[in-house]
Structure formats: structure tokens, C-alpha cells
């Protein structure tokens, strides 16, 4: 068994009584990414945290490493992993640099019901992209089948009863909601897009960094990652299209802003374009 399990933390409502509670646990919870995801899932009527790992802050209360989330998370302690953590949940979420979550799945695969991987082993269909623009071969390149890719506003028929859901890309994201159903309605030309976007600080991680400190960023908005950043894949696979993508690290805490540039495929309009968007993502 493991220690540091937490009580019951979702609130009972009349919702609970109705629709079944889902028990969960997250696999690497101390990053920014996993705080923010242990925040949502606390505050879901529908799940219940069973536990919450961070290895280097293994029997550290949450509410001390995140002040802000003591509400939401209770007496929630981290704890270490341990394959039999998983053993009965209904899902596990990982939330682990990359190339580690891909060496969990086929023990987690025996011991949960679904997994849900944030990092970015599984979303490139095609392993070898992953060992061009990741520098390493990818570790279980069988699995990738089984993922379907985590955005529903594009492919929730996909997600529809999936046991392995791949998060997409912060810039993925941005990218692929302005373009993608552009490129389906064929209203767009798939060559020559343009992608420039501008993340905040903390999409860089938790670990300090020379580049990410308060002196280095504030007041300034840099370019990095030209022409070899490893999102351009991703993004040219979610959306069809070949993109020129340039990121920037902007001065802020977080949020993405991605401006999109495209050549019309035919005779439009500003109105039809946004026609063609509000199309897509109604209702």
C-alpha cells in the first residue's frame, strides 16, 4: 500500500447522487501543469482524487508547495509512486516531463481503467516524427494506435469510450482551434500558413531557469525555438496544413495568444471565414 492517501474530496451534491463519481489519481502533481489539473479535478463533482504523486515532494502537504489551492485540495499529501496505486481507478492522469510517461503505460495499462497522458509521448502519430524533433527514439511506439488525441472540439467522436487519451500541445492547441476547421471546409490554402504565437512564462515548467527569471523576462518578448520547434509536427498533423511556426515567450504568467495567417483558397470574405468558424464551434 501507499502512504499520504487523501479522504473524500469532492463535494457532495445533488449532481453525485444522480451521476457516478470516477476515482483518480495523478501521476506527477507538483508541476505547474499537474497543480493546475489536481485544481480542476478537486473542484469536479464527478471525480474523486484518490491521490496526488510528486516523487521529490513525497510527504509534502499540497496546500504548503501551493497556497492557492489549500481549498480546493484539503489535507491532500504528496505522495511517492507506486505501481499499485493504480490498482482499481477508474483513471490516471499523468503529468510528467516528457519521455517519462511512455515507460508507465504498460504497467498502468493492467492496473486502471483509462489513462490520460499530458506530456507528449503519445501524440504524434508517427514514431518516427517523435525521434526527429524529440532526439530519441520513441520508447513504446506500439502504443501510439491506442491514444486517441485529446481535443474534443475537434475529434470528440474519437474520445467517445477511449482508454488512452493523448493532451495535446499548449501551441497545438492554439494553433489547431483557429485552422483546423479552416482547412476542413477547404477554406484555406494548406500551404504557406503562418503560425506566431506568444506563451506565458509558465508554459517553460517549474524548474528555474536562467531565461525565465523575473529580470530576464520583464519588459521583453523574445523568439525562440526558430524553425526546429518540436510543436511545428504536432501542429501540422491536428491541422492538415504546412505551417511556419514561430513561438515567443511573452511577459506574463500564462495564457497563449496565437495569430494565424492563411491564404483564402478562393474568392471570400471576412464574414464567411468567421461564418466557417462560428459553424464549427456552435453550440
Known sequence: MWPHVSKRLHRDTPRDRVNPVASIGIVGASGYAGAELLRLCCAHPGLEVAWATADTQAGTPVARLYPHLAAAVGDLVFAEYDPDMAEGLDLVFLALPHGASAML???????????????????????????????????????????????????????????????????????????????????????????DAASGVSGAGRPPKAATTFCTVDEDFRAYGLLDHRHTPEIEQ???????????????????????????????????VLGVLADAYRG
Not at 497522458?117 to 504524434?124: Q, Y
Request: charged share 15%.
Open 105 to 195: 503505460m504498460a504497467e498502468l495499462a493492467k492496473r486502471t481503467g483509462a489513462v490520460v497522458d499530458l506530456a507528449a509521448d503519445f501524440r504524434l502519430r508517427d514514431p518516427a516524427a517523435y525521434d526527429q524533433w524529440y532526439g530519441a527514439p520513441h520508447p513504446p511506439p506500439d502504443l501510439l494506435a491506442d491514444f486517441a488525441y485529446g481535443l474534443p472540439e475537434l475529434f470528440r467522436p474519437d474520445l467517445v469510450g477511449a482508454t488512452a487519451v493523448a493532451v495535446p500541445g499548449c501551441y497545438p492547441t492554439a494553433a489547431a482551434l483557429a485552422l483546423a476547421p479552416l482547412v476542413r471546409a477547404g477554406a484555406i490554402e494548406t500551404t504557406g500558413v503562418i503560425v
Open 238 to 272: 491536428v491541422t492538415g496544413a504546412s505551417v511556419l511556426f514561430t513561438p515567443h515567450l511573452a511577459p506574463m504568467n500564462r495564457g497563449i495568444l496565437a495569430t494565424c495567417y492563411a491564404r483564402p483558397a478562393g474568392p471570400t470574405s471576412t464574414a464567411e
